[in-house]
C-alpha cells in the first residue's frame, strides 16, 4: 500500500500569516509545513508539501500524486472556484482526496463560496484556519488504513 501523501496548496498561500491575517491566520505556510512533516512521520506517511502560484504547475503535481497512486490534500486556494484543468486533474485521484480550505468558504462572500474542487473530493475540511491541516492528515491515514483493509 503506498503510504504517500501530497499536501497542495495553490496560489498566495505563500504569504500566509502576512495575507489578510483576519480571514486566514497568523500562521505561515513553513510552519504548517514542518507541523504536516512531523505528524505525517508519526503516522508513517510519505509527505509531499508544496506550493504555487501557478494553474498548470498544480495540474502536473496532481497528475504526478495519481502516477504514484498517493493520496491528496488540497488548498486549491483562489483555484477553488474556477480551475477546470485542476477539478479534471483531480478526477485521476483515486486514493483519498481531501479538500481544505483555512476559511470557512460557505460564510464567505458570494466570489469565495462554492468551490469546484469539492465535487470530487473524498472529504472537504473549511474554516479551522491551521488546525484544518494535521486533520487533514490523520483523515488521511485513517483512510489509507480503512483502504487497506477493503
Known amino acids: 500500500m503506498n503510504r504517500t501523501v501530497f499536501i497542495l496548496n495553490g496560489p498566495n498561500l505563500n504569504m500566509l500569516g502576512r495575507r489578510e491575517p483576519h480571514i486566514y491566520g497568523h500562521t505561515t505556510l513553513v510552519e504548517i509545513q514542518e507541523a504536516c512533516h512531523a505528524l505525517a512521520a508519526e503516522l508513517d506517511l510519505q509527505c509531499e508539501f508544496r506550493q504555487t502560484n501557478h494553474e498548470g504547475v498544480m495540474v502536473d503535481w496532481i497528475q504526478e500524486a495519481f502516477e504514484q497512486n498517493a493520496a491528496v490534500i488540497i488548498n486549491p486556494a483562489g483555484l477553488s472556484f474556477h480551475s477546470i484543468p485542476v477539478l479534471d486533474a483531480l478526477k485521476l485521484i483515486k486514493a483519498p482526496l481531501i479538500e481544505l480550505h483555512l476559511s470557512n468558504i460557505h460564510a464567505r462572500d458570494e466570489l469565495h463560496r ?35 483493509r477493503s
Not at 475540511?125 to 490523520?138: E, F, K, M, S
Open 114 to 148: 462554492h468551490s469546484i474542487m469539492s465535487s470530487v473530493a473524498s472529504a472537504v475540511i473549511c474554516g479551522l484556519g491551521a488546525d484544518g491541516y494535521p486533520l487533514a492528515v490523520r483523515a488521511v491515514a485513517k483512510l489509507l488504513k480503512r483502504d487497506a
